[in-house]
T-cell receptor, first 113, second 118 residues
């Protein structure tokens, strides 16, 4: 079945550092890929998405590129802020599975001054 | 535009009891999905409703059941609660088939209901 693997956290960075959170997936066909963010005590917010190979999703300085050849969708940001501290989830929706999302286990990011 | 809302925020039940969680979809959305998020884990898909019909189900037992109403609000019912049912329950709504494109259909999540089973 479909699965998502994320790098384990927590990830601790200083403000203005470069961020990469790795995400790889297993799915048949061509899934859609998503990054969601969860701030403390809140639900999930969609950060960005890509629906086909080589698409780049971007939002709020975050980017991720859908790489079919490496089955990856790594999240990057050039300069993190303290306000980016949260848990980040990579997710996929497999082809033909309506709107069911399969999530990774999440990566906690802590940004310090 | 009102986002996805859920009630109650927190709930404490004892083993064997039954619980009903409620979700109000975002305006214009006809699809609702429910997820269970255990502490420290990613959300797990429970089921989805599209225009009041179940449209997919994850690996959860039949004691997890749902309803979607004509106004597209939804309920999640869990019978015979077990300790392992303690989790954050998330509801997500999406435009679904209305957009004609399931692959780019985006789910918008509510804040969740924290259920504790003692």
């Amino acid at each position: 079945g479909d699965s998502v693997t994320q790098m384990e956290g927590p990830v601790t960075l200083s403000e203005e550092a470069f961020l990469t959170i790795n995400c790889t997936y297993t799915a048949t066909g061509y899934p859609s890929l998503f990054w969601y963010v969860q701030y403390p005590g809140e639900g999930l917010q969609l950060l960005l998405k890509a629906t086909k190979a080589d698409d780049k999703g971007s939002n709020k300085g975050f980017e991720a590129t859908y790489r079919k050849e490496t089955t990856s969708f790594h999240l990057e940001k050039g300069s993190v802020q303290v306000s980016d501290s949260a848990v980040y989830f990579c997710a996929l929706r497999g082809a033909g599975t309506a709107s069911k999302l399969t999530f990774g286990t999440g990566t906690r990011l802590q940004v310090t001054l | 535009e009102t986002g996805v809302t859920q009630s109650p925020t927190h709930l404490i039940k004892t083993r064997g009891q039954q619980v009903t969680l409620r979700c109000s979809s975002q305006s214009g959305h006809n699809t609702v999905s429910w997820y269970q998020q255990a502490l420290g884990q990613g959300p797990q898909f429970i089921f989805q409703y599209y225009r009041e019909e179940e449209n997919g189900r994850g690996n959860f037992p039949p004691r997890f059941s749902g309803l979607q109403f004509p106004n597209y609000s939804s309920e999640l019912n869990v019978n015979a609660l077990e300790l392992d049912d303690s989790a954050l329950y998330l509801c997500a709504s999406s435009p679904g088939g209305t957009s004609g494109d399931w692959m780019s259909d985006t789910q918008y999540f509510g804040p969740g209901t924290r259920l504790t089973v003692l």
